[in-house]
């Protein structure tokens, strides 16, 4: 059966939306800011103007990927550091509330929704078990084994991004220090060109938030400095890589995200501290791989958790998760 | 079916076992030195040896918990940290040829096996996922979800003391550096006792092997180092707990293996450091608890495995992984 779902990936920085199709075709894609920063009341009535606009094309379901951990028993957003005065936000009540359509809605964690998508469509569909690393504003993380999003007794397994590569590192969104995130994100790129005097001075009239792009661009060009914060980057990626693969010794280890754009960059040292560092056995199976779906990651994967919601159940709830 | 098999554990120190009847009854306890440091033919004979001391017994099966990292589907010891000489050593060849008895023989890392004992019979029974660390001589690991050890692509998954939490920290005994092992063990409790003069000097007649149960004692005597030494333990053990909290969210964390009797002198800095460190949903679940089974653990959870095995099959294969 032809079916159609709206697709939404809630970002630190946008939200991005289209129609997908159950045979994994993406149309009317749109995308507005997110302005996570100005709180998440500000953001759901952006969601919920974003939404309506495309009532007409009819989805059967709408699935949305937040970037936050989200109690899939209670429907709160319990924490998510880069959208600003989130405290256990009843996300699920709230949006019911905004919405002029009362279709199924599928909330799941956005980096949740990337790893299921690249299982069914991209890098993972060899794989029986991996996990996925989204690098964007945060460094978001899903988990897949033996073919399922593991999402932990809550639903809110695969923070990636939140274990401890160094206790006494800087200080990370989530309140904790040394995160693996605090060294591998956005947010850590910015760090390491503030640190660096050299950096913040070529880089000081760029606007925060393109200081990933534009450290890409400086080290594509051969700046020195730049292609020194790219290998640290990538060292640290390794670390967290290598932690993973010795505890769960999966198949693959899948990057995604904007900043895998910068894959040249820093795959070399990522790949040897692998080597490095990591267990003989482990390490010997693992294939770390560049998504293949990349920013559409999110929309198809959760489009598919919606599409799985709508095989399996008739009637017409209101909100699921 | 009354059944009853050889439950044997391989520590880096001793070699336990003891025949296990499926009503979860233990009798016949003997233990001898592993004498692991001294390679892993030593090792291979002495175990040939100390199995055929059961064969009067008459077990159905014989199961074995093994300090190291097995690939479970070539029968290969690729990594065993704790013991001397091993690099992909063909365990289940090997001891099949050593042993007279030719009853059914099944391989577990030692860490997996007392998880899936506190899952069926101990602290893990109300639990649906959680993580056991085995504080031994080394830092063992076993993660249970939905109720079964999740072994990894090749048997080798829940190395949990190879996790990093310092990249530039103490030499592991795997190579890499900084791993949680290097942090939480006898070999990190005899370590941190060397770097300090005056615990040296206060331990220099106790034998290596006998310095953790030294340092309890020490530590219940009142003396200010080994307190500290034994806080620093539990900083770096609840550094581990929260990332593995913060990433699969699971139910609980079963703390087993010999040095966990020094429960009182470390637990208190583990929960302080997951209330300081981790995501609150995570955390809020958690339960930190300490092993029920204590030693009997790893044997009765391999036990357990040959119960299972000796269920599911009617023929009579020599060896078993």
């Not at 060109?193 to 950096?199: C, M, T």
């Not at 290998?231 to 995604?256: C, R």
């Not at 501290?273 to 779906?293: C, D, F, H, M």
């Given at each position: 059966m032809k079916r159609q779902v709206l697709g939404?990936?809630?970002?630190?920085?946008?939200?991005?939306?289209?129609?997908?199709?159950?045979?994994g075709t993406i149309a009317k894609k749109k995308d507005i800011p997110s302005e996570a920063k100005k709180g998440i009341n500000k953001l759901i009535d952006n969601l919920a103007n974003f939404i309506d606009q495309f009532e007409k094309n009819e989805p059967d379901a709408i699935g949305i990927g937040v970037a936050g951990i989200i109690n899939k028993k209670t429907g709160i957003l319990t924490q998510a550091p880069n959208i600003a005065k989130v405290n256990n936000f009843p996300i699920q009540k709230k949006l019911t509330q905004k919405l002029k359509s009362k279709i199924p809605l599928i909330l799941e964690n956005d980096s949740n929704s990337a790893a299921f998508g690249e299982y069914l469509l991209g890098a993972g569909r060899e794989a029986n078990s991996f996990v996925m690393l989204t690098l964007g504003t945060g460094l978001g993380g899903?988990?897949?084994?033996?073919?399922?999003?593991?999402?932990?007794?809550?639903?809110?397994?695969?923070?990636?991004?939140h274990i401890i590569v160094n206790p006494d590192g800087p200080k990370c969104s989530c309140g904790n220090s040394g995160c693996l995130e605090s060294y591998v994100s956005g947010e850590a790129l910015k760090r390491m060109v503030k640190e660096?005097?050299?950096?913040?001075k070529t880089l000081k009239d760029v606007p925060k938030d393109d200081i990933p792009q534009a450290l890409m661009k400086l080290a594509n060009d051969g700046d020195q400095k730049a292609i020194t914060t790219w290998n640290q980057f990538g060292k640290w990626l390794g670390i967290g890589i290598t932690s993973l693969t010795n505890l769960l010794n999966i198949d693959m280890a899948i990057i995604g995200g904007g900043i895998s754009n910068a894959w040249h960059l820093f795959i070399n040292e990522t790949?040897?501290?692998?080597?490095?560092?990591g267990l003989r056995g482990p390490i010997e199976r693992l294939k770390v791989r560049k998504s293949i779906l990349g920013d559409d990651a999110?929309?198809?994967?959760?489009?598919?958790?919606?599409f799985k919601y709508l095989e399996s159940n008739s009637t017409n709830q209101n909100l699921i998760l």
């Amino acid at each position: 059966m032809k079916r159609q779902v709206l697709g939404i990936d809630i970002g630190g920085t946008n939200l991005r939306g289209a129609i997908v199709t159950n045979d994994g075709t993406i149309a009317k894609k749109k995308d507005i800011p997110s302005e996570a920063k100005k709180g998440i009341n500000k953001l759901i009535d952006n969601l919920a103007n974003f939404i309506d606009q495309f009532e007409k094309n009819e989805p059967d379901a709408i699935g949305i990927g937040v970037a936050g951990i989200i109690n899939k028993k209670t429907g709160i957003l319990t924490q998510a550091p880069n959208i600003a005065k989130v405290n256990n936000f009843p996300i699920q009540k709230k949006l019911t509330q905004k919405l002029k359509s009362k279709i199924p809605l599928i909330l799941e964690n956005d980096s949740n929704s990337a790893a299921f998508g690249e299982y069914l469509l991209g890098a993972g569909r060899e794989a029986n078990s991996f996990v996925m690393l989204t690098l964007g504003t945060g460094l978001g993380g899903g988990i897949i084994i033996n073919g399922e999003i593991w999402r932990g007794e809550d639903g809110m397994a695969g923070e990636i991004g939140h274990i401890i590569v160094n206790p006494d590192g800087p200080k990370c969104s989530c309140g904790n220090s040394g995160c693996l995130e605090s060294y591998v994100s956005g947010e850590a790129l910015k760090r390491m060109v503030k640190e660096d005097p050299e950096l913040k001075k070529t880089l000081k009239d760029v606007p925060k938030d393109d200081i990933p792009q534009a450290l890409m661009k400086l080290a594509n060009d051969g700046d020195q400095k730049a292609i020194t914060t790219w290998n640290q980057f990538g060292k640290w990626l390794g670390i967290g890589i290598t932690s993973l693969t010795n505890l769960l010794n999966i198949d693959m280890a899948i990057i995604g995200g904007g900043i895998s754009n910068a894959w040249h960059l820093f795959i070399n040292e990522t790949e040897s501290e692998i080597q490095k560092r990591g267990l003989r056995g482990p390490i010997e199976r693992l294939k770390v791989r560049k998504s293949i779906l990349g920013d559409d990651a999110g929309i198809l994967g959760v489009s598919y958790l919606a599409f799985k919601y709508l095989e399996s159940n008739s009637t017409n709830q209101n909100l699921i998760l």
